[in-house]
């Protein structure tokens, strides 16, 4: 089972940050929180990653809380090719057999609207 | 770079048949990963391949799948005897050696229909 909550669906207009939450209460210390998306008739693409500080990339930017059990995925300024499923997900940090896999809940749809 | 290939893009064959999927992965990426993505649903793994390790097979539905790898290149994926609920997108996934949180790349995935 995903170790992650996420709304099912949001919208955000073109132009706009498009501020994406995920609660992960129960996760361990040695667990990486991994953002994904997945585009209509494609393979989920990888977006960002963290452990405990705030990341960014030339994708988005990832806010970790204090206490890691929840965070935020930013696409700063979303355009209409950012509409997708976007999947939050936590994995180990060392990982053993069996744990590699990525578990994938249902993600929340997000419609970047013109 | 080149990302991860799958072939074929879409199959479509009939109840009983085998077939066969290919993978290949980003070079240089020891960690190769199988997924199942039903119509509508989320991604279920199948099977996970590092180095010369044990592939982990704890994903695969039945005794019709099952997959190989060749070193640390190109996998196959075998479904024999197809069923109608094999219908699904067949994803592969690579990523660098574990242990230090490598994200998996994904291919697009074979689109498999069974009639």
């Known amino acids: 089972d995903a170790k992650t909550t996420q709304p099912p669906s949001m919208d955000c207009a073109e132009g706009r940050a498009a501020n994406l939450p995920c609660n992960h209460s129960t996760i361990s210390g040695n667990e990486y929180v991994y953002w994904y998306r997945q585009i209509h008739s494609q393979g989920p693409q990888y977006i960002i990653h963290g452990l405990k500080n705030n990341e960014t990339n030339e994708m988005a930017s990832l806010i970790i809380t204090e206490d890691r059990k929840s965070s935020t995925l930013i696409l700063p300024h979303a355009t209409l090719r950012d509409t997708a499923v976007y999947y939050c997900i936590v994995r180990p940090l060392i990982t053993q057999g069996g744990s590699e896999k990525l578990v994938f809940g249902k993600g929340t749809k997000l419609t970047v609207n013109p | 770079g080149a990302g991860v290939s799958q072939s074929p893009s879409n199959k479509v064959t009939e109840k009983g048949k085998d077939v066969e999927l290919r993978c290949d992965p980003i070079?240089?990426?020891?960690?190769l990963y199988w997924y199942r993505q039903r119509l509508g649903q989320g991604l279920e793994f199948l099977i996970y391949?590092?180095?010369?390790?044990?592939?982990?097979k704890s994903g695969l539905p039945s005794d019709r799948f099952s997959a190989e790898r060749t070193g640390e290149s190109v996998s196959t994926l075998t479904i024999q005897r197809t069923q109608q609920e094999d219908s699904a997108v067949y994803l592969c996934?690579?990523?660098?050696?574990?242990?230090?949180?490598?994200?998996?790349?994904f291919g697009d995935g074979t689109r498999l229909s069974i009639l």
């Open positions: 996934a690579s990523s660098q050696r574990q242990g230090n949180g490598q994200p998996q790349h």
């Open positions: 391949f590092q180095g010369n390790s044990a592939p982990d």
């Open positions: 070079s240089g990426h020891t960690a």
